[in-house]
């Protein structure tokens, strides 16, 4: 895990709840966390009695031990925007719910932990985690927000359901937004680098140092190798139905998401910014491929940025995705007109205004960057008040980040 | 839809060396539009997002949008054409889809006015 993002001299125009790490979260959420599949089924029904869009419910399926997993699940256990986790365990899987359990309490954060097999089974097992829950509640009732600057917050930004449309309006709108976020000193994040494939060159060359653009290129070539094992790129039929053809055409319109600010490092999952400044998400897995797709879907690479510290996600749609995300919030910005008049329900931004004349870029930028701004100080994004609260995590392998890939440390 | 300054909105350049346009719109085909000084009627519908030869290109040509290539032909394509799946192709990953790649997909076909 890399350094936590320190706060300076900013005038404070957000709010969030400080927790000890000097993070702040911009919601004050609690946890019920599975710690293998065969614990989901009693940890849902926990969510479920409260039905609050502040009780989130996430886990790990697998029974295997994997470390990315138990890396993930502690970073997302632990992320700004938790205030509580109640852990529920099966009793026989390998998760080390002890461990897990240990590093959220030295978080300062109030925690529980149920197994299964030593609670009675099922229906006893809910009814206890449905106490526990509402004890969390009450402890994490005593905090209040402090101010919080915009040097504080973190932003991701993804692209799903991408179509000919994305690359030529929500794309760089998001974009220009970035750049704003960046200017006043905000951390912001953009990933899957099996969808920039094409672009490592000009990324190369927005790199802070020589050195950072080696390790642009060298995680570019890692995931054209990988996908080329998988036997498919990052590039699904409604891409196609949508105009695109091919997947460095996909690449270059996902790419100007990123708009045009430097490139200030390379984080892996579970990374979290230094400072201020935009940086790529290597999410592709290091070595020989061996679980499969590095992401199965959009949730795994939103979960991933998470756990890197995001506290918001931009989520730009071509063909209209409708998804949120456990944690942290999803603001959707929809790229295509004719997608926004069926969907406009699950739309936040109307980007595919810029299409029919009626905004230009700036101006939807503009309204984005607003929007990241409402959010943050807690008015709730559409997919946050529809209760989506998707969540993926699989299994995964990663070597630590190299040097050279955040040379922002070293001002 | 068949004056001139409908048309022009309906087809956007995205960067001056590009060699394929993008509808802004869903059009259909017989929609009449200027591509530099030349009159043209679309010989097939194009959605929204979709992209349209600027121009006579030959097979193995490289396909330029955003100024970036993206890809190269599979077979020569008139000005007007539609550019897609169907005479074109990724010059890293093949692309995937769940329908046969030489028909326009069925939201294509007839597009409403």
């Known amino acids: ?411 | 839809m068949n004056d001139k300054a409908a048309a022009k909105e309906a087809l956007i350049l995205l960067h001056p060396s590009d060699n394929v346009l993008v509808a802004t719109r869903t059009l259909r085909a017989g929609t009449r539009v200027v591509v530099g000084e030349r009159p043209l009627e679309l010989p097939q519908p194009l959605g929204v997002g979709h992209k349209m030869a600027r121009w006579d290109m030959a097979q193995g040509e490289k396909v330029f949008k955003y100024g970036a290539p993206i890809g190269s032909l599979l077979a020569p394509v008139a000005a007007g054409a539609w550019v897609h799946m169907h005479n074109m192709t990724s010059d890293y990953l093949a692309s995937h889809t769940r329908r046969r790649e030489d028909r326009p997909p069925p939201s294509l076909q007839e597009p409403k006015p």
């Open chain 1, 1 to 411: 895990m890399s350094a936590i993002p320190q706060a300076t001299a900013q005038p404070p125009s957000l709010r969030g709840y400080l927790r000890e790490d000097g993070r702040k979260g911009i919601r004050n959420v609690v946890l019920v966390a599975y710690l293998v599949e065969c614990a989901h089924h009693v940890s849902r029904k926990i969510v479920q009695h409260f039905d609050d869009l502040d009780v989130h419910l996430i886990g790990f399926p697998g029974c295997f031990p994997n470390d990315y997993a138990s890396d993930m699940m502690n970073a997302l256990c632990t992320h700004p925007n938790v205030g509580g986790v109640l852990l529920v365990s099966l009793g026989c899987e390998s998760m080390d719910r002890d461990e897990l359990r240990e590093q959220i309490a030295a978080s300062g954060r109030p925690v529980d932990l149920l197994v299964i097999q030593e609670n009675g089974g099922t229906a006893s097992t809910v009814a206890r985690g449905i106490q526990s829950v509402g004890a969390l509640r009450e402890q994490m009732a005593q905090q209040v927000p402090v101010p919080m600057a915009m040097n504080e917050l973190v932003v991701g930004t993804i692209c799903g359901g991408s179509d000919g449309t994305s690359g030529i309006t929500a794309n760089p709108a998001v974009g220009r937004c970035f750049d704003r976020l960046v200017a006043e000193g905000a951390a912001c994040m953009f990933e899957e680098t099996g969808e920039l494939i094409g672009c490592e060159n000009i990324m190369a060359e927005r790199a802070a140092t020589p050195e950072l653009g080696q390790q642009i290129q060298d995680s570019v070539a890692k995931a054209e190798r990988y996908y080329r094992t998988m036997g498919f790129g990052s590039f699904a039929p409604g891409n196609a139905d949508g105009g695109l053809t091919t997947l460095e055409e996909k690449s270059m319109g996902a790419y100007s998401k990123s708009g045009a600010s430097p490139i200030s490092g390379l984080l892996k999952p579970g990374d979290c910014p230094p400072a201020g400044g935009l940086y790529l998400l290597d999410v592709v897995p290091d070595g020989e491929p061996r679980f499969g797709f590095p992401n199965i879907a959009d949730n795994a690479e939103i979960v991933e940025m998470i756990a890197s510290g995001c506290h918001l996600t931009l989520f730009t749609t071509g063909r209209g995705s409708v998804v949120g995300s456990a944690i942290s919030p999803v603001i959707k910005i929809c790229a295509n007109p004719e997608t926004y008049e069926k969907l406009y329900g699950d739309m936040d931004v109307n980007a595919g205004r810029i299409l029919n004349g009626d905004a230009s870029l700036d101006e939807v930028g503009e309204e984005i960057y607003r929007q990241v701004r409402a959010v943050a100080l807690g008015e709730r994004s559409l997919s946050e008040q529809l209760g989506h609260q998707e969540f993926i995590l699989t299994y995964k392998s990663f070597e630590p980040i190299g040097p050279g890939c955040l040379p922002v440390r070293r001002v």
